[in-house]
């Protein structure tokens, strides 16, 4: 081989390795470059969102234990019976209705003391169920009348309070509390001089319900109450 063909062969090779080279530095590049905004797309923030909101309960329930005690079952039971009447006349004061009140079975329990006399005890329940809430709540603080007119109440007798109608505040709440999330996301991308996207992944937190302005009784023990729930938002960051 002449001296032209040996040179024209170094200068191909010489070629295809600087092709060679040239494609390994750009393919290098390029596979670095997706890499970095496979992470860029993956950038985002998870925040928590917060919404609360002031019910007052449209359930009342009273439940009224009583009892009568006696050596002999007729004229305790009779004691009962006119105890009924007592509270089934209290309550109709208040303007409650019939089909508000109900009374429960009766339970009698007996023993025989050491002398020989048997001792009954009759006990008997009644209940009131109604949506007028405020005027339940004000016949309960005026319970003690029953006291004085002869009612033996007994400790199981309490008022519960109910909210019943989270179904209808459930989607506003959890539109304001993925709306507070957004405001929170946006607060930390302004800090990391980024913007907020499109949402990755929510996670709705479960609704609570709790006495209001911060009371530590449970929310059955008062009318007054409060809604809360937290969801968890991921955001996509711009």
Known sequence: MDGAGRLSDRLGMIAAAIILALGLMIGGYLLGNGLVRAREADRSVTVRGLAERDVTADLAT???AYSAQGSELGPVQAQVDANTKVIEDFLKGFGFQPGEISVGGVNVSQY??????????????????????????????????????????????????????????????????????????????????????TIKQATQGYFSIGARDGDNSSSSESPFQKVRVVTTVDFYLD
């Not at 006990?123 to 004000?138: G, N, W, Y």
Request: zero cysteines; aromatic letters at 6%; proline letters at 2%.
């Open 62 to 64: 009273w439940t009224l």
């Open 112 to 197: 025989t003391n050491n002398n020989g006399v048997p001792n009954i005890t009759v006990r008997q329940r009644m209940q009131l169920r109604t949506t007028r809430v405020m005027e339940a709540r004000r016949a309960f603080a005026r319970q003690f009348e029953l006291v004085r007119r002869g009612v033996a109440l007994e400790g199981e007798s309490g008022i519960a309070y109910s909210f019943t109608k989270l179904n209808e505040v459930k989607p506003a709440m959890i539109a304001e509390a993925t709306r507070d999330a957004r405001a929170g996301a946006e607060q930390f991308a302004r800090d990391s001089a980024t913007s907020v996207g």
